[in-house]
Protein backbone atom coordinates (compact mmCIF):
# COMPACT_ATOMS: atom_id res chain seq x y z
CA UNK A 1 0.00 0.00 0.00
CA UNK A 2 0.92 3.41 -0.81
CA UNK A 3 2.29 5.64 2.34
CA UNK A 4 3.13 8.52 3.16
CA UNK A 5 6.34 10.11 1.21
CA UNK A 6 8.66 12.98 2.88
CA UNK A 7 12.20 14.28 1.57
CA UNK A 8 14.78 14.59 1.97
CA UNK A 9 15.41 11.94 5.16
CA UNK A 10 18.23 13.61 6.16
CA UNK A 11 19.36 17.01 6.29
CA UNK A 12 22.39 18.80 7.19
CA UNK A 13 22.24 22.76 7.73
CA UNK A 14 24.11 25.79 9.19
CA UNK A 15 23.08 28.03 11.67
CA UNK A 16 21.12 30.60 10.11
CA UNK A 17 20.60 28.66 6.95
CA UNK A 18 17.07 27.98 5.28
CA UNK A 19 15.27 24.57 4.64
CA UNK A 20 12.46 23.03 3.09
CA UNK A 21 10.69 20.33 3.53
CA UNK A 22 8.40 18.41 1.43
CA UNK A 23 6.03 16.01 1.91
CA UNK A 24 3.65 14.07 -0.18
CA UNK A 25 0.02 12.59 1.13
CA UNK A 26 -0.99 9.29 0.66
CA UNK A 27 -3.34 9.45 -2.72
CA UNK A 28 -6.42 10.41 -1.91
CA UNK A 29 -5.85 12.23 1.77
CA UNK A 30 -6.86 15.69 1.47
CA UNK A 31 -5.85 16.72 5.13
CA UNK A 32 -1.92 16.99 5.90
CA UNK A 33 -0.07 17.74 9.16
CA UNK A 34 2.98 18.61 10.52
CA UNK A 35 4.73 17.32 13.93
CA UNK A 36 8.32 18.22 15.24
CA UNK A 37 9.94 15.27 17.51
CA UNK A 38 12.74 16.24 19.37
CA UNK A 39 15.34 13.59 20.98
CA UNK A 40 13.65 11.62 23.34
CA UNK A 41 10.28 13.31 23.11
CA UNK A 42 7.03 12.80 21.92
CA UNK A 43 5.46 14.50 18.66
CA UNK A 44 4.42 17.90 18.52
CA UNK A 45 1.58 19.55 16.50
CA UNK A 46 2.71 22.03 14.19
CA UNK A 47 0.20 22.85 11.41
CA UNK A 48 -2.37 21.46 9.52
CA UNK A 49 -3.60 21.62 5.74
CA UNK A 50 -6.94 20.90 5.17
CA UNK A 51 -8.16 21.17 1.17
CA UNK A 52 -4.89 23.46 0.39
CA UNK A 53 -6.03 25.89 3.19
CA UNK A 54 -4.68 26.25 6.85
CA UNK A 55 -6.79 24.50 9.30
CA UNK A 56 -4.95 24.51 12.69
CA UNK A 57 -1.66 25.93 14.04
CA UNK A 58 0.05 24.75 17.26
CA UNK A 59 3.51 25.54 18.28
CA UNK A 60 4.88 26.71 15.34
CA UNK A 61 7.32 29.37 15.39
CA UNK A 62 7.33 32.50 13.08
CA UNK A 63 10.52 31.55 11.32
CA UNK A 64 8.54 28.90 9.68
CA UNK A 65 6.07 28.63 6.61
CA UNK A 66 3.80 26.28 5.05
CA UNK A 67 1.40 25.33 2.57
CA UNK A 68 -0.42 22.97 0.85
CA UNK A 69 -0.40 22.89 -3.25
CA UNK A 70 -3.13 22.07 -5.87
CA UNK A 71 -1.51 18.44 -5.63
CA UNK A 72 -2.12 18.42 -2.24
CA UNK A 73 1.80 18.11 -1.08
CA UNK A 74 2.80 20.19 1.20
CA UNK A 75 6.31 22.06 2.24
CA UNK A 76 7.21 23.55 5.48
CA UNK A 77 9.75 26.09 5.06
CA UNK A 78 12.14 26.80 7.73
CA UNK A 79 14.09 29.97 7.96
CA UNK A 80 16.99 31.64 9.87
CA UNK A 81 17.58 27.97 11.26
CA UNK A 82 19.16 27.71 15.29
CA UNK A 83 20.52 25.04 16.82
CA UNK A 84 16.76 24.02 18.68
CA UNK A 85 15.64 23.03 15.20
CA UNK A 86 17.48 20.18 14.86
CA UNK A 87 14.86 17.20 15.32
CA UNK A 88 12.24 14.88 13.25
CA UNK A 89 10.26 16.10 11.59
CA UNK A 90 7.07 14.20 10.75
CA UNK A 91 3.82 14.88 7.98
CA UNK A 92 0.76 13.25 8.58
CA UNK A 93 -1.99 12.08 6.36
CA UNK A 94 -5.71 11.73 6.24
CA UNK A 95 -8.74 10.86 3.93
CA UNK A 96 -11.40 13.57 3.58
CA UNK A 97 -13.85 13.94 6.65
CA UNK A 98 -12.01 10.98 8.55
CA UNK A 99 -9.19 11.54 11.67
CA UNK A 100 -6.90 8.33 11.02
CA UNK A 101 -4.00 10.01 10.52
CA UNK A 102 -0.94 7.95 8.79
CA UNK A 103 2.72 9.44 9.44
CA UNK A 104 5.80 9.46 7.25
CA UNK A 105 9.07 8.15 7.75
CA UNK A 106 9.80 11.64 8.77
CA UNK A 107 12.66 14.47 7.70
CA UNK A 108 15.73 14.58 10.34
CA UNK A 109 16.75 17.83 10.17
CA UNK A 110 20.73 18.31 11.89
CA UNK A 111 21.73 22.13 12.51
CA UNK A 112 25.49 22.66 12.87
CA UNK B 1 -5.66 22.88 25.73
CA UNK B 2 -5.29 18.97 25.61
CA UNK B 3 -3.06 17.20 28.02
CA UNK B 4 -1.92 13.69 28.33
CA UNK B 5 0.02 11.80 30.46
CA UNK B 6 1.43 8.58 29.75
CA UNK B 7 2.46 5.62 31.86
CA UNK B 8 4.98 3.75 32.57
CA UNK B 9 8.08 5.72 30.85
CA UNK B 10 9.55 2.34 30.19
CA UNK B 11 8.11 -1.31 30.88
CA UNK B 12 10.10 -4.28 30.63
CA UNK B 13 8.95 -7.67 30.42
CA UNK B 14 9.13 -11.40 30.14
CA UNK B 15 8.42 -12.95 26.05
CA UNK B 16 4.87 -14.04 26.68
CA UNK B 17 4.11 -12.17 29.20
CA UNK B 18 1.05 -9.37 28.49
CA UNK B 19 2.15 -5.26 28.94
CA UNK B 20 -0.23 -2.92 29.80
CA UNK B 21 0.02 1.43 29.23
CA UNK B 22 -1.81 3.76 30.71
CA UNK B 23 -2.91 6.95 29.37
CA UNK B 24 -5.11 10.25 30.72
CA UNK B 25 -6.39 13.01 29.16
CA UNK B 26 -7.75 15.92 30.21
CA UNK B 27 -10.14 17.63 27.52
CA UNK B 28 -13.39 16.43 27.85
CA UNK B 29 -14.24 17.30 24.00
CA UNK B 30 -11.56 14.64 22.93
CA UNK B 31 -13.63 12.13 21.33
CA UNK B 32 -10.86 9.70 19.25
CA UNK B 33 -7.81 8.03 20.88
CA UNK B 34 -5.40 6.28 18.72
CA UNK B 35 -2.07 4.08 19.95
CA UNK B 36 1.35 4.47 17.61
CA UNK B 37 4.63 2.21 17.38
CA UNK B 38 7.67 3.39 16.86
CA UNK B 39 10.65 2.42 16.09
CA UNK B 40 13.71 3.36 15.99
CA UNK B 41 14.63 5.90 13.01
CA UNK B 42 10.86 5.21 11.89
CA UNK B 43 7.72 7.22 11.79
CA UNK B 44 4.78 6.23 13.92
CA UNK B 45 2.96 3.53 12.88
CA UNK B 46 -1.16 3.30 13.83
CA UNK B 47 -1.66 -0.15 15.89
CA UNK B 48 -5.22 0.37 16.86
CA UNK B 49 -7.68 3.24 17.92
CA UNK B 50 -11.11 3.88 19.53
CA UNK B 51 -13.31 6.71 19.62
CA UNK B 52 -15.49 7.62 22.46
CA UNK B 53 -18.41 5.62 21.67
CA UNK B 54 -16.87 2.44 22.43
CA UNK B 55 -15.62 0.86 25.66
CA UNK B 56 -13.09 -1.52 24.23
CA UNK B 57 -11.86 -2.59 20.96
CA UNK B 58 -9.51 -5.85 20.01
CA UNK B 59 -7.44 -6.43 17.30
CA UNK B 60 -5.30 -10.00 17.72
CA UNK B 61 -3.21 -9.59 20.71
CA UNK B 62 -3.44 -5.69 21.14
CA UNK B 63 -6.88 -4.38 22.65
CA UNK B 64 -7.55 -1.01 24.56
CA UNK B 65 -10.19 0.35 26.56
CA UNK B 66 -11.47 3.62 27.34
CA UNK B 67 -13.20 5.43 30.48
CA UNK B 68 -14.24 8.44 29.24
CA UNK B 69 -15.76 9.30 33.12
CA UNK B 70 -12.33 9.11 34.22
CA UNK B 71 -11.16 10.06 31.02
CA UNK B 72 -8.33 7.48 31.23
CA UNK B 73 -7.93 5.03 27.87
CA UNK B 74 -5.51 1.84 27.93
CA UNK B 75 -2.90 -0.22 25.69
CA UNK B 76 -3.10 -4.18 26.38
CA UNK B 77 -0.33 -6.25 24.75
CA UNK B 78 -0.68 -10.01 25.31
CA UNK B 79 1.78 -12.47 24.62
CA UNK B 80 4.52 -10.28 23.88
CA UNK B 81 7.21 -11.12 21.27
CA UNK B 82 10.85 -9.21 20.90
CA UNK B 83 9.31 -7.50 18.23
CA UNK B 84 6.77 -5.70 20.13
CA UNK B 85 10.46 -4.08 21.54
CA UNK B 86 9.53 -0.43 20.91
CA UNK B 87 8.37 3.18 21.75
CA UNK B 88 4.75 3.21 22.36
CA UNK B 89 2.62 6.38 21.93
CA UNK B 90 -0.85 7.36 22.97
CA UNK B 91 -3.17 10.13 21.63
CA UNK B 92 -6.05 12.19 21.96
CA UNK B 93 -7.33 14.57 19.40
CA UNK B 94 -11.05 16.49 18.97
CA UNK B 95 -13.05 15.99 16.13
CA UNK B 96 -13.33 14.89 12.22
CA UNK B 97 -10.57 15.57 9.83
CA UNK B 98 -10.89 18.08 7.59
CA UNK B 99 -12.33 20.86 10.53
CA UNK B 100 -10.60 23.00 12.71
CA UNK B 101 -9.90 19.80 14.56
CA UNK B 102 -8.22 16.75 14.64
CA UNK B 103 -4.78 17.89 15.75
CA UNK B 104 -2.93 14.74 17.68
CA UNK B 105 -1.51 15.39 21.40
CA UNK B 106 0.37 13.00 22.42
CA UNK B 107 1.36 10.91 25.59
CA UNK B 108 5.38 10.92 26.76
CA UNK B 109 6.29 7.65 24.92
CA UNK B 110 6.60 4.16 26.86
CA UNK B 111 9.56 2.33 26.16
CA UNK B 112 8.89 -1.30 26.07
CA UNK B 113 11.72 -3.84 25.95
CA UNK B 114 10.70 -7.48 25.57
CA UNK B 115 13.01 -9.93 26.44
CA UNK B 116 13.23 -13.33 24.64
Known amino acids: AAGVIQSPRHLIKEKRETATLKCYPI?????VYWYQQGPGQDPQFLISFYEKMQSDKGSIPDRFSAQQFSDYHSELNMSSLELGDSALYFC???????????FGPGTRLLVL | GENVEQHPSTLSVQEGDSAVIKCTYS??????FPWYKQELGKGPQLIIDIRSNVGEKKDQRIAVTLNKTAKHFSLHITETQPEDSAVYFC???????????????FGQGTILTVHP
Open chain 1, 92 to 102: ASSLPQTVTQY
Open chain 2, 27 to 32: DSASNY
Open chain 2, 91 to 105: AASIGAGGTSYGKLT
Open chain 1, 27 to 31: PRHDT
